[in-house]
């Protein structure tokens, strides 16, 4: 199976160091600011799994409601996608809060797909940092029950194998809104 992923959410988040993680099984700590499409095998279930993940800006757009500035390119961002991965800290509500408006965002992009079919993976970040938390576990959860999506907590910083677990739980989704399209 081939697919195209975005992986979305505010400054600072963590997006560059889930992706990196994923292809690199490393943290690096620092993380430039270009915009990168990366392509990574895998295997999941004994099947092969090629992702094309796209490591995007955030699109101030989509906190702003403002569709005329860089809406073009978000756009095109959603409609190339197969499947998106929503990151926030759970240090950060104010990333939480733009996680949700990203859902309503993308799913009414996506109208080829029923709303409820896209698939989407919702990563609370930064795990490791609990003590400063500020957005609760249960916070994420109820988010992701209330928009059919799929919820993870992570560390990027701490522990690939939960890195992992967010793009295979993506792939399932990605095969279940295959066989129901
Ligand atoms: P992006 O702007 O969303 O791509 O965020 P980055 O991946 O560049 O990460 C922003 C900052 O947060 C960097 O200093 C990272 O080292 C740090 N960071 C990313 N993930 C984690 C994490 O899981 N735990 C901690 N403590 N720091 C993290
Ligand atoms: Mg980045």
Not at 31 to 38: A, C, F, K, L, V
Not at 75 to 94: N, Q, T
Request: charged fraction near 25%.
């Amino acid at each position: 199976m081939d697919a195209n992923i975005v992986v979305m959410g505010m400054e600072s988040v963590g997006k560059s160091a889930l992706t990196v993680r994923l292809l690199t099984r490393r943290f690096i700590g620092e993380y430039g600011d270009i915009e990168s499409i990366y392509s990574h095998s895998f295997i999941v279930d004994g099947r092969a799994v090629t992702l094309n993940i796209w490591d995007s800006h955030y699109s101030q757009c989509v906190v702003l409601q403002d569709f005329s500035a860089d809406s073009s390119l978000f756009e095109k961002k959603v409609r190339w996608a197969d499947g998106f991965v929503l990151v926030y800290s759970i240090c950060d509500r104010a990333s939480f809060n733009t996680v949700s408006r990203l859902i309503q965002t993308i799913k009414s992009t996506k109208d080829c797909l029923s709303a409820d079919k896209v698939p989407i993976v919702i990563v609370g970040n930064k795990r490791d940092l609990h003590h400063r938390r500020t957005v609760t576990s249960e916070e994420g959860r109820l988010l992701a029950l209330n928009t059919n999506c799929q919820f993870y907590e992570v560390s990027a910083a701490e522990n690939y194998h939960s890195v992992l677990m967010v793009f295979h739980g993506l792939v399932d989704r990605l095969k279940d809104a295959k066989l129901t399209t």
